[in-house]
T-cell receptor
Framework: KQEVTQIPAALSVPEGENLVLNCSFT??????LQWFRQDPGKGLTSLLLIQSSQREQTSGRLNASLDKSSGRSTLYIAASQPGDSATYLC???????????FGGGTRVLVKP | NAGVTQTPKFRVLKTGQSMTLLCAQDMNHEYMYWYRQDPGMGLRLIHYSVGEGTTAKGEVPDGYNVSRLKKQNFLLGLESAAPSQTSVYFCASSATRVPRTEAFFGQGTRLTVV
């Protein structure tokens, strides 16, 4: 059974600091990994998708890396802003069966 | 461009009542998923479908049934609602072919069972 873990569960940083969010998974037989953002009381917004054959993806201030063999992905957010405050979730799609399994999320607070 | 649409957005049920949540996607996606999100529990997979006419159990399927009679719709049914099913329900869909295989989510249905 695939298990996805995100540590830490919560993170508080001053504005301007870089954010590093971690995601680990137990079964390396994945199809892709996706990072989402969720604001309180809202739905999920997709940030980045990394296919299993890729090592990283970048979009603006966001960069996500994937090390499939070690079962890890990291989301970097450069020069954090108060508007980056949200919960960040990672999800892994299994190669066989196509289940999409989520981590518990990291709640981020960026202080002005 | 509607994407993934969930109906209804809010609902209050009495214990024992039944209801159906509708998820509709207009992106011709093969895969569709139903999740529930509870405080401190993250998103847990209830049921999913890898194509029209197919369904499979996820992590927490008990008390729920699903149907995928049309490719664009995925229905989640509660036959006899219980207070433990109070939650926010999210539907998602995704394609099968690279590069656009990311999952897209609906805005959620907030269900309260009293």
């Amino acid at each position: 059974k695939q298990e996805v873990t995100q540590i830490p569960a919560a993170l508080s940083v001053p504005e301007g600091e870089n954010l590093v969010l971690n995601c680990s998974f137990t079964d390396s037989a994945i199809y892709n990994l996706q990072w989402f953002r969720q604001d309180p009381g809202k739905g999920l917004t997709s940030l980045l998708l990394i296919q299993s054959s890729q090592r990283e993806q970048t979009s603006g201030r966001l960069n996500a890396s994937l090390d499939k063999s070690s079962g890890r992905s990291t989301l970097y957010i450069a020069a954090s802003q108060p508007g980056d405050s949200a919960t960040y979730l990672c999800a892994v799609r299994e190669a066989a069966g196509n289940k999409l399994t989520f981590g518990g999320g990291t709640r981020v607070l960026v202080k002005p | 461009n509607a994407g993934v649409t969930q109906t209804p957005k809010f609902r209050v049920l009495k214990t024992g009542q039944s209801m159906t949540l509708l998820c509709a996607q207009d992106m011709n996606h093969e895969y569709m998923y139903w999740y529930r999100q509870d405080p401190g529990m993250g998103l847990r997979l209830i049921h999913y479908s890898v194509g029209e006419g197919t369904t499979a159990k996820g992590e927490v399927p008990d008390g729920y049934n699903v149907s995928r009679l049309k490719k664009q719709n995925f229905l989640l049914g509660l036959e006899s609602a219980a207070p433990s099913q109070t939650s926010v329900y999210f539907c998602a869909s995704s394609a099968t072919r690279v590069p656009r295989t990311e999952a897209f989510f609906g805005q959620g249905t907030r269900l309260t069972v009293v």
